[in-house]
């Protein structure tokens, strides 16, 4: 088999070069050559698809357009780029979800103003009076929780909205019971790869990023029906489903990632999450065959 690897131009660092090493490594485990490709490519080259056509793509990058070009084009992509969208987008994952049997904390999205209202003052004060304070502002596209505040006034959730500008954005009601912890369930189809909690002590996010700790951990299986569904619900291929612990621990859905990072859950169970997908989506195309 033959295969490309489509990641994004911009982002050179170790903790992303190392994901793709990884995913190519397992890739060659199993007779397939994983040819690594990036989204300026992809966007700029018309004769990409004169050499060799690829037989998938493991899309590892959030450029939608991209992605949807090469659909287009007529290549399967994992995950598709409407999967990829809908996660990078966290009004748009509520969106999704909502109405459906996934337990999610209460949200409102912020309204579209055009730039024309000096300020969402009024939408703050609407999020107090139905989520009560403190409450959680998410920017909707970020990564690590770096995106993620947490108001506990007014005057401190106007300071954010007005930090962030014009960046989009959802409120949350903040689950209390999950304060600085979660848990990551890594899925690949319809099973957990491998899952972790993770606690931080200092923040009420839990990211290992923001100094979070993280150990190997039993999902419920609870837990797991939960993210079997958010990927069943959102055409994922594979994913990392977080999730909040709500009153007696009852699973509350956090986020949905596309293309999560599994160096930490590599560390913490010594699972290869890049194997699980190279094993699943090897089997995909083959059954595609028969």
């Given at each position: 088999?033959?295969?490309?690897?489509?990641?994004?131009?911009?982002?050179?660092?170790?903790?992303?070069?190392?994901?793709?090493?990884?995913?190519?490594?397992?890739?060659?485990?199993?007779?397939?050559?994983?040819?690594?490709?990036?989204?300026?490519?992809?966007?700029?080259?018309?004769?990409?698809?004169?050499?060799?056509?690829?037989?998938?793509?493991?899309?590892?990058?959030?450029?939608?357009?991209?992605?949807?070009?090469?659909?287009?084009?007529?290549?399967?992509?994992?995950?598709?780029?409407r999967?990829?969208?809908?996660?990078?987008?966290?009004?748009?994952?509520?969106?999704?979800?909502?109405?459906?049997?996934?337990?999610?904390?209460?949200?409102?999205?912020?309204?579209?103003t055009?730039?024309?209202?000096?300020?969402?003052d009024?939408?703050?004060d609407?999020?107090?009076?139905?989520?009560?304070?403190?409450?959680?502002?998410?920017?909707?596209?970020?990564?690590?929780?770096?995106?993620?505040?947490?108001?506990?006034?007014?005057?401190?959730?106007?300071r954010?909205?007005?930090?962030?500008?014009?960046?989009?954005?959802?409120?949350?009601?903040?689950?209390?019971?999950?304060?600085?912890?979660?848990?990551?369930?890594?899925?690949?189809?319809?099973?957990?790869?491998?899952?972790?909690?993770?606690?931080?002590?200092?923040?009420?996010?839990?990211?290992?990023?923001?100094?979070?700790?993280?150990?190997?951990?039993?999902?419920?299986?609870?837990?797991?029906?939960?993210?079997?569904?958010?990927?069943?619900?959102?055409?994922?291929?594979?994913?990392?489903?977080?999730?909040?612990?709500?009153?007696?621990?009852?699973?509350?859905?956090?986020?949905?990632?596309?293309?999560?990072?599994?160096?930490?859950?590599?560390?913490?169970t010594?699972?290869?999450?890049?194997?699980?997908?190279?094993?699943?989506?090897?089997?995909?195309?083959?059954?595609?065959?028969?």
């Amino acid at each position: 088999m033959y295969a490309w690897l489509v990641v994004n131009e911009y982002l050179k660092s170790k903790k992303f070069d190392e994901i793709y090493e990884y995913l190519i490594s397992a890739a060659k485990d199993r007779g397939c050559v994983l040819e690594k490709l990036t989204n300026y490519e992809v966007l700029t080259d018309t004769d990409i698809l004169m050499n060799k056509k690829p037989d998938f793509v493991i899309f590892w990058d959030k450029d939608v357009k991209a992605a949807a070009l090469l659909e287009h084009r007529g290549l399967k992509l994992y995950n598709s780029s409407r999967a990829i969208e809908v996660c990078d987008d966290k009004s748009l994952t509520y969106i999704s979800l909502v109405g459906t049997d996934i337990k999610m904390p209460k949200t409102m999205v912020s309204p579209l103003t055009f730039g024309l209202e000096d300020s969402l003052d009024d939408f703050i004060d609407s999020a107090i009076n139905t989520l009560g304070l403190p409450f959680i502002i998410k920017e909707n596209c970020g990564s690590f929780g770096a995106q993620v505040y947490k108001a506990g006034s007014r005057e401190e959730a106007i300071r954010v909205v007005n930090q962030i500008g014009k960046s989009d954005f959802i409120v949350q009601e903040f689950i209390a019971n999950s304060q600085g912890r979660d848990v990551r369930i890594n899925m690949v189809g319809d099973k957990p790869a491998a899952s972790m909690m993770r606690t931080n002590d200092s923040d009420f996010r839990a990211n290992i990023t923001n100094g979070g700790k993280m150990k190997n951990y039993q999902p419920t299986d609870a837990q797991v029906d939960m993210a079997k569904k958010v990927c069943e619900y959102l055409n994922l291929d594979f994913a990392g489903v977080d999730i909040l612990f709500g009153e007696n621990d009852e699973p509350i859905l956090c986020e949905v990632n596309s293309n999560a990072h599994f160096k930490n859950i590599l560390d913490c169970t010594g699972v290869n999450v890049a194997q699980c997908i190279l094993d699943y989506i090897i089997g995909d195309i083959k059954k595609d065959e028969q």
